[in-house]
Protein backbone atom coordinates (compact mmCIF):
# COMPACT_ATOMS: atom_id res chain seq x y z
CA UNK A 1 0.00 0.00 0.00
CA UNK A 2 2.34 2.70 0.73
CA UNK A 3 4.50 1.48 -2.18
CA UNK A 4 1.29 2.03 -4.27
CA UNK A 5 1.00 5.82 -2.88
CA UNK A 6 4.51 6.19 -3.21
CA UNK A 7 4.25 5.38 -7.09
CA UNK A 8 0.53 7.31 -7.10
CA UNK A 9 2.62 10.51 -5.66
CA UNK A 10 5.64 9.77 -8.21
CA UNK A 11 3.21 10.02 -10.75
CA UNK A 12 1.25 12.50 -10.24
CA UNK A 13 5.05 14.68 -10.12
CA UNK A 14 5.80 13.41 -13.48
CA UNK A 15 2.10 14.73 -14.54
CA UNK A 16 3.15 17.87 -13.24
CA UNK A 17 6.75 17.81 -15.12
CA UNK A 18 4.91 16.86 -18.14
CA UNK A 19 2.32 19.92 -18.18
CA UNK A 20 4.52 22.64 -17.17
CA UNK A 21 6.85 21.30 -20.12
CA UNK A 22 4.12 21.12 -22.45
CA UNK A 23 2.88 24.68 -21.10
CA UNK A 24 6.96 25.88 -22.06
CA UNK A 25 6.82 24.03 -25.26
CA UNK A 26 3.26 26.01 -25.89
CA UNK A 27 5.21 29.41 -25.03
CA UNK A 28 8.13 28.82 -26.82
CA UNK A 29 6.68 30.04 -30.07
CA UNK A 30 4.99 33.09 -28.65
CA UNK A 31 8.49 33.54 -26.20
CA UNK A 32 10.06 33.60 -29.91
CA UNK A 33 7.93 35.86 -31.75
CA UNK A 34 8.24 38.25 -29.03
CA UNK A 35 11.95 38.33 -28.91
CA UNK A 36 11.85 38.86 -32.49
CA UNK A 37 9.47 41.21 -32.59
CA UNK A 38 11.44 43.32 -29.77
CA UNK A 39 14.74 42.89 -31.91
CA UNK A 40 12.77 44.13 -35.00
CA UNK A 41 11.49 47.21 -32.94
CA UNK A 42 15.66 47.33 -31.94
CA UNK A 43 16.40 47.54 -35.32
CA UNK A 44 14.34 49.54 -36.73
CA UNK A 45 15.39 51.99 -33.46
CA UNK A 46 18.97 51.73 -33.89
CA UNK A 47 18.67 52.32 -37.66
CA UNK A 48 16.56 55.29 -37.03
CA UNK A 49 19.08 56.81 -34.89
CA UNK A 50 22.02 55.72 -37.14
CA UNK A 51 21.03 58.17 -39.87
CA UNK A 52 22.94 60.53 -39.59
CA UNK A 53 21.84 64.49 -40.44
CA UNK A 54 24.64 63.95 -42.78
CA UNK A 55 23.33 61.38 -44.73
CA UNK A 56 22.52 62.69 -48.57
CA UNK A 57 23.02 61.80 -52.13
CA UNK A 58 24.95 63.82 -54.17
CA UNK A 59 26.51 64.12 -57.44
CA UNK A 60 30.30 64.27 -58.38
CA UNK A 61 32.00 66.53 -60.18
CA UNK A 62 29.48 69.21 -58.70
CA UNK A 63 30.38 71.07 -62.10
CA UNK A 64 31.35 70.14 -65.45
CA UNK A 65 32.29 73.50 -67.38
CA UNK A 66 35.05 72.24 -69.88
CA UNK A 67 32.95 70.39 -72.07
CA UNK A 68 32.28 70.83 -75.92
CA UNK A 69 29.89 69.43 -78.16
CA UNK A 70 30.94 65.52 -78.69
CA UNK A 71 32.95 65.59 -76.02
CA UNK A 72 32.27 63.07 -73.33
CA UNK A 73 31.82 62.95 -69.17
CA UNK A 74 31.33 60.86 -66.42
CA UNK A 75 28.96 61.87 -63.00
CA UNK A 76 29.17 59.65 -60.09
CA UNK A 77 26.04 59.33 -58.01
CA UNK A 78 27.28 58.93 -53.99
CA UNK A 79 26.13 58.76 -50.82
CA UNK A 80 27.38 60.52 -47.39
CA UNK A 81 27.01 58.96 -44.35
CA UNK A 82 24.47 56.31 -44.92
CA UNK A 83 22.61 54.09 -42.05
CA UNK A 84 22.90 50.20 -42.61
CA UNK A 85 21.46 49.87 -45.98
CA UNK A 86 20.30 47.13 -47.44
CA UNK A 87 19.41 48.55 -51.06
CA UNK A 88 18.79 52.36 -53.12
CA UNK A 89 16.96 53.66 -55.60
CA UNK A 90 17.73 57.49 -57.04
CA UNK A 91 16.05 59.11 -60.71
CA UNK A 92 18.32 61.02 -62.65
CA UNK A 93 16.54 63.78 -64.63
CA UNK A 94 18.93 66.21 -66.94
CA UNK A 95 18.30 68.23 -70.29
CA UNK A 96 17.88 65.67 -73.28
CA UNK A 97 18.42 68.86 -75.51
CA UNK A 98 21.86 69.24 -74.34
CA UNK A 99 22.87 65.91 -72.92
CA UNK A 100 22.32 62.12 -73.96
CA UNK A 101 23.46 59.26 -72.06
CA UNK A 102 25.02 56.52 -73.49
CA UNK A 103 26.51 54.13 -70.32
CA UNK A 104 25.81 53.07 -66.74
CA UNK A 105 28.08 51.66 -63.95
CA UNK A 106 27.46 49.99 -60.43
CA UNK A 107 28.85 51.80 -57.79
CA UNK A 108 30.78 49.67 -55.22
CA UNK A 109 28.73 50.73 -52.35
CA UNK A 110 26.21 47.88 -51.83
CA UNK A 111 29.24 45.42 -53.03
CA UNK A 112 31.98 46.46 -50.89
CA UNK A 113 35.04 45.05 -52.20
CA UNK A 114 37.26 42.79 -51.48
CA UNK A 115 34.10 41.09 -50.27
CA UNK A 116 32.18 41.75 -53.30
CA UNK A 117 28.56 40.83 -51.78
CA UNK A 118 25.88 39.61 -54.54
CA UNK A 119 23.64 42.56 -56.31
CA UNK A 120 20.70 43.49 -58.54
CA UNK A 121 21.95 46.49 -60.36
CA UNK A 122 18.86 47.87 -62.39
CA UNK A 123 17.58 50.80 -64.54
CA UNK A 124 14.59 51.83 -66.10
CA UNK A 125 14.51 51.96 -68.77
CA UNK A 126 15.84 48.88 -69.04
CA UNK A 127 18.60 47.90 -71.26
CA UNK A 128 20.58 50.27 -73.76
CA UNK A 129 20.70 52.20 -76.36
CA UNK A 130 18.96 54.42 -74.12
CA UNK A 131 16.90 56.33 -76.38
CA UNK A 132 13.63 56.15 -74.14
CA UNK A 133 16.08 57.36 -71.25
CA UNK A 134 17.34 60.53 -73.94
CA UNK A 135 13.77 61.06 -75.19
CA UNK A 136 12.64 62.40 -72.07
CA UNK A 137 15.61 63.28 -70.18
CA UNK A 138 15.59 60.39 -67.09
CA UNK A 139 16.30 57.47 -65.34
CA UNK A 140 15.91 55.47 -62.90
CA UNK A 141 18.49 53.40 -61.20
CA UNK A 142 18.12 51.34 -58.88
CA UNK A 143 20.35 48.55 -56.51
CA UNK A 144 19.58 45.53 -53.85
CA UNK A 145 21.67 43.19 -51.90
CA UNK A 146 20.37 39.63 -53.12
CA UNK A 147 21.34 37.66 -49.74
CA UNK A 148 19.05 39.25 -47.07
CA UNK A 149 21.14 37.88 -44.70
CA UNK A 150 24.61 39.58 -45.72
CA UNK A 151 25.67 42.68 -43.48
CA UNK A 152 24.12 45.44 -44.40
CA UNK A 153 26.09 48.64 -45.93
CA UNK A 154 26.89 51.72 -44.47
CA UNK A 155 28.90 54.60 -44.78
CA UNK A 156 29.71 57.05 -47.46
CA UNK A 157 30.48 55.35 -50.81
CA UNK A 158 29.95 55.79 -54.62
CA UNK A 159 25.79 53.98 -55.61
CA UNK A 160 26.55 54.75 -59.34
CA UNK A 161 28.10 56.16 -62.35
CA UNK A 162 26.51 57.42 -65.58
CA UNK A 163 27.96 58.65 -68.69
CA UNK A 164 27.23 61.77 -70.72
CA UNK A 165 27.88 62.87 -74.57
CA UNK A 166 27.57 66.79 -75.03
CA UNK A 167 24.86 67.32 -77.91
CA UNK A 168 24.79 71.02 -77.90
CA UNK A 169 25.69 74.30 -76.35
CA UNK A 170 24.03 75.41 -73.28
CA UNK A 171 23.52 74.19 -69.58
CA UNK A 172 21.69 71.81 -67.60
CA UNK A 173 21.16 70.39 -64.23
CA UNK A 174 22.17 66.78 -63.68
CA UNK A 175 18.99 66.59 -61.33
CA UNK A 176 18.46 63.85 -58.51
CA UNK A 177 15.16 63.23 -57.75
CA UNK A 178 13.50 60.51 -55.60
CA UNK A 179 16.92 59.70 -53.47
CA UNK A 180 15.81 56.59 -51.45
CA UNK A 181 17.60 54.30 -49.18
CA UNK A 182 15.99 51.11 -47.59
CA UNK A 183 17.90 51.42 -44.59
CA UNK A 184 14.95 49.91 -41.97
CA UNK A 185 12.43 47.50 -40.56
CA UNK A 186 8.78 47.52 -41.32
CA UNK A 187 6.58 44.26 -41.52
CA UNK A 188 9.57 42.32 -41.61
CA UNK A 189 11.55 44.00 -44.91
CA UNK A 190 13.52 46.43 -45.64
CA UNK A 191 11.31 49.86 -46.20
CA UNK A 192 12.82 53.04 -47.23
CA UNK A 193 13.70 56.32 -46.47
CA UNK A 194 13.89 59.35 -48.74
CA UNK A 195 17.03 61.51 -48.32
CA UNK A 196 18.00 65.11 -49.69
CA UNK A 197 20.58 65.20 -52.64
CA UNK A 198 23.22 67.64 -54.19
CA UNK A 199 22.77 68.02 -57.59
CA UNK A 200 25.57 68.37 -60.43
CA UNK A 201 25.11 71.33 -62.99
CA UNK A 202 26.75 71.40 -66.64
CA UNK A 203 27.17 74.25 -69.11
CA UNK A 204 29.42 75.51 -71.33
CA UNK A 205 28.00 78.94 -72.01
CA UNK A 206 28.82 81.76 -70.27
CA UNK A 207 26.34 83.39 -69.38
CA UNK A 208 23.97 80.56 -70.23
CA UNK A 209 20.13 81.50 -70.49
CA UNK A 210 17.91 78.55 -69.91
CA UNK A 211 14.40 78.04 -68.61
CA UNK A 212 13.12 74.55 -68.60
CA UNK A 213 10.28 72.53 -66.95
CA UNK A 214 9.38 69.42 -69.53
CA UNK A 215 6.20 67.59 -68.48
CA UNK A 216 7.24 65.88 -65.37
CA UNK A 217 6.85 68.85 -63.66
CA UNK A 218 2.77 68.98 -64.32
CA UNK A 219 1.00 67.23 -61.75
CA UNK A 220 -2.44 67.46 -61.26
CA UNK A 221 -3.48 67.10 -58.14
CA UNK A 222 -6.84 65.98 -59.02
CA UNK A 223 -7.15 63.97 -62.56
CA UNK A 224 -10.37 64.32 -62.50
CA UNK A 225 -13.45 66.69 -61.43
CA UNK A 226 -16.89 66.87 -61.54
CA UNK A 227 -18.28 69.79 -63.81
CA UNK A 228 -18.27 73.27 -62.08
CA UNK A 229 -15.12 72.07 -59.06
CA UNK A 230 -11.92 73.23 -59.31
CA UNK A 231 -9.08 71.38 -59.97
CA UNK A 232 -5.78 72.02 -58.87
CA UNK A 233 -2.66 71.69 -60.90
CA UNK A 234 0.81 72.59 -59.80
CA UNK A 235 3.70 73.83 -62.40
CA UNK A 236 7.08 73.66 -61.60
CA UNK A 237 9.34 75.62 -63.86
CA UNK A 238 13.48 75.52 -63.37
CA UNK A 239 15.81 77.45 -64.17
CA UNK A 240 18.93 75.65 -65.83
CA UNK A 241 21.02 79.01 -66.87
CA UNK A 242 23.63 80.74 -64.87
CA UNK A 243 21.60 84.26 -64.68
CA UNK A 244 19.10 85.16 -62.49
CA UNK A 245 15.88 85.33 -64.48
CA UNK A 246 12.30 86.67 -64.31
CA UNK A 247 9.89 85.11 -66.31
CA UNK A 248 5.77 84.88 -67.37
CA UNK A 249 4.39 80.96 -67.18
CA UNK A 250 1.32 80.04 -68.84
CA UNK A 251 -0.95 77.09 -68.03
CA UNK A 252 -3.30 75.94 -70.89
CA UNK A 253 -6.37 73.73 -71.13
CA UNK A 254 -5.88 72.43 -74.16
CA UNK A 255 -5.90 76.01 -75.66
CA UNK A 256 -7.34 77.89 -73.22
CA UNK A 257 -5.63 79.57 -70.50
CA UNK A 258 -6.04 78.71 -67.34
CA UNK A 259 -3.62 80.39 -65.06
CA UNK A 260 -0.74 82.70 -65.62
CA UNK A 261 1.76 84.81 -63.35
CA UNK A 262 5.10 86.02 -63.24
CA UNK A 263 8.04 84.30 -61.64
CA UNK A 264 11.57 84.68 -60.45
CA UNK A 265 14.60 82.20 -60.79
CA UNK A 266 17.66 81.45 -59.17
CA UNK A 267 20.77 80.97 -61.57
CA UNK A 268 22.78 79.38 -58.84
CA UNK A 269 22.49 76.14 -56.17
CA UNK A 270 20.11 72.88 -56.73
CA UNK A 271 16.87 71.69 -58.01
CA UNK A 272 14.84 73.90 -55.03
CA UNK A 273 16.79 76.87 -55.30
CA UNK A 274 16.51 77.58 -58.86
CA UNK A 275 12.60 76.17 -59.26
CA UNK A 276 9.44 77.70 -58.19
CA UNK A 277 6.18 76.18 -58.33
CA UNK A 278 2.73 77.92 -59.35
CA UNK A 279 -0.36 76.37 -58.35
CA UNK A 280 -3.42 76.71 -60.63
CA UNK A 281 -7.14 76.85 -59.37
CA UNK A 282 -8.65 75.95 -62.05
CA UNK A 283 -12.61 76.82 -61.95
CA UNK A 284 -14.30 74.21 -64.62
CA UNK A 285 -17.73 75.94 -64.58
CA UNK A 286 -18.91 76.59 -68.09
CA UNK A 287 -16.22 73.55 -69.61
CA UNK A 288 -17.81 71.03 -71.38
CA UNK A 289 -17.14 67.00 -70.20
CA UNK A 290 -14.16 65.38 -71.67
CA UNK A 291 -10.04 65.28 -71.12
CA UNK A 292 -8.37 67.91 -71.17
CA UNK A 293 -4.42 68.08 -71.67
CA UNK A 294 -2.44 70.08 -69.83
CA UNK A 295 0.44 72.21 -70.69
CA UNK A 296 2.60 75.19 -70.19
CA UNK A 297 5.04 77.85 -71.77
CA UNK A 298 7.82 79.98 -70.88
CA UNK A 299 8.01 82.49 -73.52
CA UNK A 300 11.84 82.72 -74.26
CA UNK A 301 14.44 85.13 -71.91
CA UNK A 302 16.66 87.46 -73.65
CA UNK A 303 19.79 85.53 -74.84
CA UNK A 304 17.97 82.06 -74.88
CA UNK A 305 19.12 79.13 -77.15
CA UNK A 306 17.41 75.90 -75.76
CA UNK A 307 13.55 77.14 -76.10
CA UNK A 308 12.56 73.52 -76.98
CA UNK A 309 11.70 72.64 -73.38
CA UNK A 310 10.04 75.94 -72.99
CA UNK A 311 6.80 74.34 -73.96
CA UNK A 312 5.86 71.30 -72.22
CA UNK A 313 2.37 69.15 -72.76
CA UNK A 314 0.81 66.11 -73.39
CA UNK A 315 1.70 63.52 -70.87
CA UNK A 316 -0.77 65.15 -67.88
CA UNK A 317 -4.30 65.58 -68.55
CA UNK A 318 -7.43 66.69 -66.47
CA UNK A 319 -10.90 64.96 -66.52
CA UNK A 320 -14.05 67.02 -66.19
CA UNK A 321 -17.19 64.62 -65.61
CA UNK A 322 -20.62 64.97 -64.95
CA UNK A 323 -21.83 65.82 -61.43
CA UNK A 324 -24.08 62.74 -60.86
CA UNK A 325 -21.03 60.50 -62.03
CA UNK A 326 -20.62 59.62 -58.76
CA UNK A 327 -17.79 56.70 -58.98
CA UNK A 328 -15.80 59.29 -61.37
CA UNK A 329 -15.40 56.46 -64.35
CA UNK A 330 -17.09 58.50 -66.95
CA UNK A 331 -20.18 57.29 -67.28
CA UNK A 332 -23.39 58.48 -65.39
CA UNK A 333 -25.47 54.29 -64.64
CA UNK A 334 -26.93 51.87 -62.62
CA UNK A 335 -23.66 52.17 -60.45
CA UNK A 336 -24.02 55.97 -59.44
CA UNK A 337 -27.46 55.18 -58.62
CA UNK A 338 -26.52 52.40 -56.86
CA UNK A 339 -24.26 54.58 -54.99
CA UNK A 340 -26.82 57.32 -54.11
CA UNK A 341 -29.52 54.95 -53.08
CA UNK A 342 -27.10 53.09 -50.44
CA UNK A 343 -26.79 56.84 -48.70
CA UNK A 344 -30.07 58.65 -49.21
CA UNK A 345 -31.62 60.18 -46.03
CA UNK A 346 -27.61 60.42 -44.57
CA UNK A 347 -26.18 64.08 -44.20
CA UNK A 348 -22.09 65.67 -43.63
CA UNK A 349 -22.74 64.17 -39.64
CA UNK A 350 -23.67 60.22 -40.59
CA UNK A 351 -20.94 57.85 -40.21
CA UNK A 352 -21.52 56.27 -44.04
CA UNK A 353 -21.50 59.90 -45.55
CA UNK A 354 -20.61 59.80 -49.09
CA UNK A 355 -19.80 63.22 -50.29
CA UNK A 356 -19.40 62.56 -54.22
CA UNK A 357 -23.37 61.66 -53.67
CA UNK A 358 -24.71 64.89 -52.36
CA UNK A 359 -24.41 66.51 -56.07
CA UNK A 360 -25.95 69.59 -54.71
CA UNK A 361 -23.61 70.46 -52.32
CA UNK A 362 -26.42 70.86 -49.88
CA UNK A 363 -24.86 68.43 -47.03
CA UNK A 364 -27.63 65.76 -47.19
CA UNK A 365 -29.13 63.45 -49.77
CA UNK A 366 -32.13 63.60 -50.64
CA UNK A 367 -35.07 63.85 -53.59
CA UNK A 368 -32.94 66.85 -55.49
CA UNK A 369 -30.14 64.68 -55.48
CA UNK A 370 -31.78 61.69 -56.80
CA UNK A 371 -33.33 64.32 -59.60
CA UNK A 372 -29.93 65.56 -60.50
CA UNK A 373 -28.82 61.85 -61.09
CA UNK A 374 -31.52 61.62 -62.86
CA UNK A 375 -31.63 64.45 -65.37
CA UNK A 376 -27.29 63.21 -65.96
CA UNK A 377 -28.60 59.90 -66.34
CA UNK A 378 -26.69 58.00 -69.47
CA UNK A 379 -24.34 60.71 -70.14
CA UNK A 380 -21.03 60.01 -70.90
CA UNK A 381 -17.85 61.53 -71.49
Known sequence: MFGKRIDVEERMKRNRIMKSRNKLLWALPL?????????VEILILVNVTLASP?????ATPAVITDKVIGN???VDMNVSEAPDTFAWEVLVSWDPNALELFYKLEGEFLKRPPTNYQTTFTTYPTTPPWDQANVKGEITVGCTLNNPLDPWANGTGRLFRLGFRVKANGSTLINLFDTVLLDHIEAGAPAPT?????DSFFYNVNPSHDISGRARYITPLNTSVHVGEIAKINVTV????TVSESITLNVYAND????TTGLSLNGTGNFENRSRTYTVNWNTTGFALGRYNISATVPAVTGEVDTADNTYMGEKQVTILPIADIDHDGTVNVDDLTSLVQVYGTTSTSSNWNPSADLNKDSKIDAEDIFLLGRDYGKTI
Open 31 to 39: LMLLVSTTL
Open 54 to 58: ATYIY
Open 72 to 74: TFA
Open 194 to 198: VYSNN
Open 238 to 241: LNEG
Open 256 to 259: TLIG
